[in-house]
Structures are given as structure tokens and as C-alpha cells.
């Protein structure tokens, strides 16, 4: 078996070094007439094997943070560590799964397109490449399909293989960008809860961008609330011992409504001095 | 299921109007066949080549009957008569010679065209200097008739295959250039990312996303340029004649019309359509059914 990743979350960890270290993080980038902040003076830590959640609202900068973790984009001010080492560019150490379902490559086959992740990097033979790619493919169960071309997959399962690919680099950190939200609501659950089997089995570490409360509850054991336009850090919650099972009870519901607040907050401010400036 | 929901949300002051209800799903076994193979006309009508031959047997009759009821048959063979004259000219007129040396030319100018081309486009993409490059330079010879340049070329590089493939290059190198540069351009910027993202940069993200992502653009480049320089090469042979020494497909042309052997000009003419179709038919469509079809880019 292809595992080489951390245990599970302990209260060891948290005593270690972060993984992941962001430190007071401006992100700006150029329109053809704007320059816009995306994100302004963000700092987080992701430990071992945590899920860590980015959670806000449309437009408080999220994906533009994952994507400047995924080294896309360079921060204005402050700086990203993985492991201590500066992120400076995408790398495989890094791996990205986005929303969108062309992230595979049309003219590769499933299996094809996991392996050449891994033959591209040059890490492995194309024995043990291939190996690898059989042993994650079965874990997102997607073995009878291995041969088949994306075109002719569904949404969910097109996403399982993307994140099939992301997990066979055994990167140090799993970036997700809303994997999950061109999904319809039954196969999103689904491929939530696959979700966390996974980790379970394989203990990766997870950046996971959402806007959904529920999700990111469900999804993550630590999550970081982001304020809109531009993003910066509100609050940041734990959410290790709640998952599915835990939705009707009031520990659940407690978290659901206090970000929910949070949230809503921030839309009734903006609301306000919108109806100001007018 | 969408039905249902309308039903919901406009009854919806009124909910007691319409009970509830689930319901068993129906036996279908007793259907028997859910599927039924086509029926032999079926089948044969669904061949692409069959529709394409009958369209082609209703062009000949046409012209078999029209070139009958002329009755001229300097001016207007019929359709056997040139047929018997293909095979003559086959045989005994070293047709087959005329037809390597025009495809010989042809070949030659249309790799180096494809080299070419190549390097510009990815000059293009790396460099911003290269994509300006790119842009002005086929805006300035797209228009340009590659034939126009002959004579330039017979002077720069004299009679033979150099001013030939000269010529041929132009032909090919715009519109190919321009399909394969706009095919770059519009590759998705999750697939680029995603490329990065693996480390592939350089001529190994050129080769390994660039190239296959936008293969339907590069395609109907390399078509279009297949025509072009066809084309080209034939009214070059038409016009400067033996320009390559012993004389092509054009050359063909020109002699027999001097000769007034219109059933051989006929058969010239056949020649030139017969290899387009078969190398569209054969070669491209192979091609495209092996690649941007298999991987879903085009229907």
C-alpha cells in the first residue's frame, strides 16, 4: 500500500511546528481597469493531517488565498512557508483540485490521467507509477472506469479521479477549491463523506475552500472565517468532533448559528453603507 | 420529479387538494427485448462511406447524361471517356510519375511550412514579443496569394523544388499559424494550471497540455493549409509549368489542353480532386476519429 502519510490529528501535534504557515498575507491582482485586494494582512496555520477549512462569503478572497498557497500568485506583503521553505511557484508539493470538471485532461484516459502526474514529476518508475495510480484509483473506486475518457464520466466521478490524481503525489498538502460545488446535492454529500473516509485511511493534510457552513463544519476540524472585500480573518472555529452524524444536535447547530451570524453580520454592514453611499 | 416540485410550490395554500402517494415500480421483464438490432438498410445507410459514394454515383449520371445530350466532345467529355482516358494516361502517359513529383513537392513544402509554423507559435506563447511577431506577420502575408510570390521566388531561387516549397510554405504557414495560435489561446486556465501544478514548463507544457488541448484548432489548420498549399502547388505547375524539371499534376493540365486532349485535362483535373478527397477522407478523418473525437472535443 501507498501510505505514507502522518497519523491522525493528536494533541502532539499541535505542540509541532505548522506545516502550512501564512503570515499577514496581502493579495492583490490586476483587472484590465482595477486593481483589487483580494485579501488583506491574513495569517493561518495548518497542522499535520488537519482539515482546515477557508470559509466566507463571495468575494472575500478565498480561492485567490488557495491559489497563492498553490504558489499562482505571489503575495504583496507578508509571506507563505510550507515546511519553512518560502513558496515561490506551483509545485507538486502542492496539489491543487479545483472546482471545475476540464481539469482533466480530455485526451488521457483515467488511469492515464493519474499516472502522469506521477511520470511527469519523475518521481517514480513507470512500474511503481503505475502501481500507485491502480492503488488510488481503487480507493476512489473508479477501478472498472480506469480505462474509460473523462468525457464520458459523470461530474462526481470526474472529481473523484481529480482528487485521485491530487492524492497519489502524497503531496504535503491537499488544496480544494469548492470541489464540490458543481455537484448535485445527493452526490455532493456523497463525495463528502468519501471525503473523509479517505483522510481517515490515508491522514492527509487538507486546504479546503467553501461557502458552505454545513460543509465546512462537516469537512473540516478547524475553520477559518474570512470577512468579504477584501478578506480578512474574523474568527476561527473547531469543528474536529462534528460530522454528519452530529448535524441534529445542538453542539452543531450552536457552531452552524453562530458563523451564520458572523456572516450575516457582514452582509447587513455592507448593506448599510451601501444604502449610505447611495 | 420537476413536475412534482410545481405542483408543491403552487398548491401550496391548498395542500389538501392532492393526496400523497408512492407506487410500486412495474414489473418490465415482460416486455422482452429493450434492444433490437437495426435492420440491414439501417445499418448500411449509417456508413459513411456508402452515403458518400451514392452522393458521388448522382454527380456522375449527371454529368454522364449532360456531356451525352451536349454532343462536344472537345469541349465536354463524357464521364466514360474520361475514364478511359485516366487509365490511358495511367498506364502509358506516366501519369503516376506527374502525380509523385507533384506530391513529392507538396510533401516537402508542407513539412518545413509545419516546422515553421511550429516555431513561430511557440515563440508566440512563450514571449509576448513573439505573439506581436506572430500577429503582425500574419496579418501581412494572410492575404498575400502564395502563387504571387513565384516569380520572386524563380528569381531568388532559380527553377527546381527550392522556389516550389518556398511558395508552398507561405501557403502554409499563415493559416496554420493563425489556428493553432488561437487554439493555444483559448486552452482552459484550469488545464494550465493543473499543467503547472505538475511541474510540466517549457517545451514540456508545449507538448504535454498545450498541444493536445488545442489539437481541434490545430487540425483545422493543418486541413486548411493541406488545401492551401494543394492549391498553390498546381497553379504554380499551371502556370510557370516544369519548374520542378520533369513536370506534375499541373504540368499535365497545361500539356493536354496545348494537345486539345480535353478528356486528359479532365482526367488531370480528376487526379487533383481525387487525392484532396482521399487524403481529407483517409488521412484527416483517421486522424480526428483516433483523437479529438475519442477524447470528446468534437462530436
Request: charged share 20%.
Amino acid at each position: 500500500m501507498p501510505q505514507t502519510y502522518q497519523k491522525p490529528l493528536t494533541a502532539e501535534n499541535y505542540s509541532q511546528e505548522p506545516l502550512l504557515n501564512v503570515e499577514g498575507v496581502t493579495l492583490q491582482y490586476k483587472t484590465k481597469e482595477h486593481l483589487v485586494t483580494a485579501t488583506y494582512k491574513v495569517g493561518f496555520k495548518v497542522f499535520d493531517a488537519e482539515r482546515f477549512v477557508l470559509l466566507g462569503p463571495s468575494g472575500c478572497g478565498k480561492s485567490t488565498l488557495l491559489k497563492a498557497v498553490g504558489g499562482y500568485l505571489k503575495p504583496v506583503e507578508g509571506k507563505i512557508t510550507l515546511k519553512g521553505d518560502v513558496v515561490t511557484k506551483p509545485d507538486s508539493g502542492r496539489v491543487m483540485v479545483f472546482q471545475e470538471f476540464d481539469q482533466l485532461l480530455p485526451w488521457k484516459t483515467v488511469k492515464a490521467n493519474v499516472m502522469f502526474a506521477l511520470t511527469t514529476s519523475g518521481k517514480l518508475s513507470k512500474k511503481a507509477a503505475e502501481e500507485r495510480t491502480m492503488a488510488y484509483i481503487e480507493m476512489v473506486n473508479l477501478t472498472d472506469f480506469a480505462y474509460t475518457y473523462p468525457h464520458m464520466l459523470s461530474g462526481g466521478m470526474k472529481q473523484r479521479v481529480a482528487i485521485a490524481r491530487a492524492m497519489a503525489m502524497e503531496p504535503d498538502i491537499l488544496l480544494l477549491d469548492e470541489p464540490f460545488a458543481a455537484l448535485d446535492a445527493l452526490t455532493r454529500r456523497k463525495m463528502q463523506e468519501e471525503l473523509l473516509q479517505l483522510g481517515e485511511k490515508s491522514g492527509f493534510t487538507l486546504l479546503f475552500v467553501t461557502h458552505s457552513i454545513e460543509e465546512a463544519i462537516i469537512i473540516g476540524t478547524r475553520i477559518l472565517l474570512l470577512s468579504p472585500h477584501p478578506g480578512q480573518v474574523k474568527a476561527e472555529f473547531n469543528a474536529g468532533t462534528l460530522g454528519y452524524d452530529n448535524q441534529g444536535q445542538n453542539e452543531f447547530k450552536e457552531l452552524l448559528g453562530k458563523i451564520r451570524d458572523m456572516l450575516f453580520s457582514d452582509a447587513v454592514e455592507e448593506e448599510t453603507i451601501s444604502t449610505k453611499g447611495s | 420529479m420537476d413536475n412534482s416540485k410545481n405542483v408543491d410550490t403552487r398548491k401550496k395554500t391548498s395542500p389538501s387538494l392532492r393526496p400523497e402517494f408512492t407506487r410500486e415500480i412495474l414489473d418490465t421483464s415482460k416486455i422482452g427485448e429493450i434492444f433490437q438490432t437495426l435492420s440491414l438498410w439501417e445499418r448500411i445507410r449509417d456508413i459513411n462511406a456508402v452515403r458518400k459514394l451514392f452522393i458521388l454515383f448522382i454527380l456522375f449520371t449527371i454529368w454522364q447524361v449532360y456531356a451525352v445530350n451536349a454532343g462536344n466532345p472537345l469541349m465536354f467529355p463524357t464521364f466514360t471517356t474520361t475514364v478511359v482516358a485516366h487509365w490511358d494516361a495511367f498506364v502509358h502517359g506516366g501519369l503516376l510519375l506527374k502525380i509523385w513529383v507533384s506530391i513529392r513537392v507538396l510533401l516537402l513544402g508542407y513539412t518545413a511550412g509545419i516546422l515553421a509554423s511550429a516555431i513561430l507559435t511557440i515563440l508566440a506563447i512563450t514571449t509576448r514579443f513573439g505573439s506581436d511577431l506572430l500577429e503582425t506577420l500574419t496579418a501581412m502575408f494572410n492575404p498575400l496569394p502564395a502563387i504571387a510570390l513565384l516569380p520572386l521566388a524563380l528569381l531568388w531561387f532559380g527553377l527546381g523544388d527550392k522556389s516550389m516549397v518556398f511558395v508552398l510554405i507561405h501557403a502554409v504557414v499563415w493559416p496554420l499559424s493563425l489556428n493553432t495560435h488561437s487554439g493555444f489561446t483559448g486552452v482552459s486556465q484550469t488545464l494550465r494550471m493543473v499543467g503547472r501544478n505538475y511541474g510540466l514548463s517549457g517545451l514540456r507544457y508545449v507538448f504535454k497540455i498545450l498541444i493536445p488541448a488545442a489539437f481541434p484548432s490545430i487540425l483545422t489548420g493543418l486541413k486548411v493549409s493541406w488545401a492551401f498549399a494543394w492549391r498553390t502547388l498546381i497553379a504554380a505547375e499551371l502556370v510557370f509549368g516544369v519548374s520542378s524539371g520533369c513536370g506534375g499534376l499541373g504540368w499535365f493540365i497545361y500539356e493536354n489542353k496545348n494537345e486539345l486532349e480535353i478528356a486528359y485535362v479532365f482526367a488531370g483535373l480528376f487526379t487533383v480532386i481525387i487525392i484532396g478527397f482521399g487524403v481529407d477522407n483517409l488521412v484527416f478523418r483517421k486522424i480526428e476519429s483516433k483523437t479529438v473525437q475519442r477524447w470528446g472535443m468534437q462530436q
